[in-house]
């Protein structure tokens, strides 16, 4: 299937992907791993790209802000961008010009995507479609000698994330899932301090994207094309979208890298907004009020680690409540957490937290090089306050210096894999399922990520 898509194809594939990965995960077991065909690309480097020519596929809601931000970002040309709208494209393109750079190709067809891939002035394919075509399009264009990256999650399914992985080892490409809250100041900050042991060891973590999203996903124009978040509404439960609290904990805590995520067990709720916000909305008897909604309104992920340590996830895009990821570390000597105030307890006081000074010097002392170095422009550019270009502006850096990318396609994968395993647990009245170690192993000897910088 093309990236860009008509409504009955891109209902087929939901209701196959659907159908299949049920099937699929009740048969068989998380911890089967399949024999490598390429080689590792665990710290992988690429040969160094002076300047990285990007082709952007998805202009919508996230795909025109990326825009935006990479014509910002030194060293990048933006070559060829697609759009199933065709005013997305106009409006993108206007943007590139009026920044002082050539009009990038246009791509409208459904084939778009793939001629995006197959250029010869591509190094970076750079995704923001439906989440059933994050996959497709990624393993397209690795094999194609791209780079890609793509937004969250990256893949829906077990096979989808062993595609990816095995995709990039035998294409020895990079692949990054774009999740920008590992680049959130908070996030980063608290990612230092971990890392000089300010917390102690780190054994429990949590995270969550809760988040009220009713009004998008119901939203019949502007918002989610066609509603496609709706239609896997329709057809799913579990966690669809756990990168967001998941993958800035699971970089603390050294995932993949000296720990990996063991098994899991999942639980979620009932689903009942989404059909209330429909009566109300809509009235009782109309279609939307009518339909049936697998996804429960909250789920709750546990996680093991090998090593012992566990991480709480959770999911809720149908409840009326304020914004909420969590971020919680709690360690041996200490913890910190995000919502609904960026607050730090530590020893010997711990029972209490900081007060503001303390909490304030802190904060500073340990600011991550990354909010020193670029994050005042990053807060003026935007992007979720700035964390998206700081994830933008380091991808580019990293493919410009030959340098591994800050998150790679184990990463992708592990935390990708929590979509079905989590929908798999729900199923099977919250049964622990295992979790495939995706690195074969290379997770043993690598060192956890470090506090990253820029020249």
């Keep these: 299937n093309a990236v860009v898509v008509k409504v009955p194809a891109a209902i087929t594939l939901a209701s196959s992907i659907a159908t299949n990965q049920t099937t699929d995960n009740l048969q068989n077991p998380g911890n089967k791993i399949p024999a490598r065909k390429g080689k590792s690309v665990m710290g992988l480097r690429c040969e160094p790209l002076n300047t990285v020519r990007i082709g952007i596929i998805g202009l919508g ?93 990256s893949a829906v399914t077990l096979a989808e994330c062993w595609e990816l992985v095995n995709t990039a080892e035998e294409t020895q490409r990079h692949f990054m899932m774009l999740e920008n809250c590992c680049y959130d100041f908070f996030e980063m900050n608290t990612l230092n301090m971990a890392r000089n042991g300010v ?85 009782t008897d109309s279609p939307d009020a009518k339909q049936s909604y697998k996804l429960g309104d909250m789920n709750t992920t546990l996680i093991r680690t090998v090593k012992g340590k566990t991480i709480m996830i959770q ?85 410009r210096k030959g340098l591994p990318l800050d998150q790679d396609v184990y990463d992708a994968a592990a935390w990708c894999s929590i979509v079905p395993l989590s929908e798999k647990s729900v199923l099977n009245r919250g049964n622990s399922i295992d979790i495939p170690d995706f690195t074969r192993g290379a997770w043993e000897t690598a060192s956890p990520w470090p506090v990253v910088t820029i020249d």
Aim: glycine residues 8%.
């Design 61 to 153: 809601m996230r795909g025109s802000q990326a825009v935006i931000r990479l014509l910002q970002v030194e060293g990048v040309e933006i070559r060829a961008i697609a759009d199933v709208v065709e005013k997305n494209i106009k409006e993108s393109n206007k943007k590139i010009t009026d920044s002082g750079f050539k009009p990038a190709a246009e791509y409208t067809e459904e084939e778009g995507r793939k001629k995006i891939c197959e250029r010869d002035d591509i190094d970076l394919v750079y995704q923001c479609t439906p989440w059933l075509m994050h996959t497709p399009v990624s393993v397209y264009a690795m094999k194609h000698g791209k780079h890609a990256a793509c937004e969250v999650p």
């Design 199 to 283: 917390f102690g060891e780190i054994y429990h973590a949590e995270g969550a994207y809760i988040h009220d999203l009713r009004w998008l996903k119901f939203m019949k124009e502007g918002g989610y094309y066609n509603r496609w978040r709706l239609d896997f509404s329709k057809l799913h439960t579990g966690n669809p979208y756990p990168t967001h609290g998941l993958g800035p904990v699971a970089q603390v805590m050294g995932i993949n890298r000296g720990d990996r995520f063991d098994y899991l067990s999942s639980v979620s709720t009932n689903q009942i907004g989404m059909t209330l916000y429909a009566r109300e909305k809509f009235g």
């Design 315 to 399: 999911h809720d895009t149908t409840s009326p409540r304020p914004y909420n990821r969590i971020h919680c570390l709690s360690g041996t000597k200490g913890m910190a957490v995000k919502y609904p105030e960026e607050q730090i307890a530590l020893e010997p006081n711990a029972h209490e937290f900081l007060k503001k000074e303390d909490f304030d010097a802190l904060m500073k002392k340990y600011e991550h090089p990354l909010a020193t170095q670029i994050g005042e422009k990053a807060k003026k550019v935007g992007g979720h306050g700035g964390m998206d270009f700081i994830m933008d502006y380091r991808l580019i850096y990293c493919l």
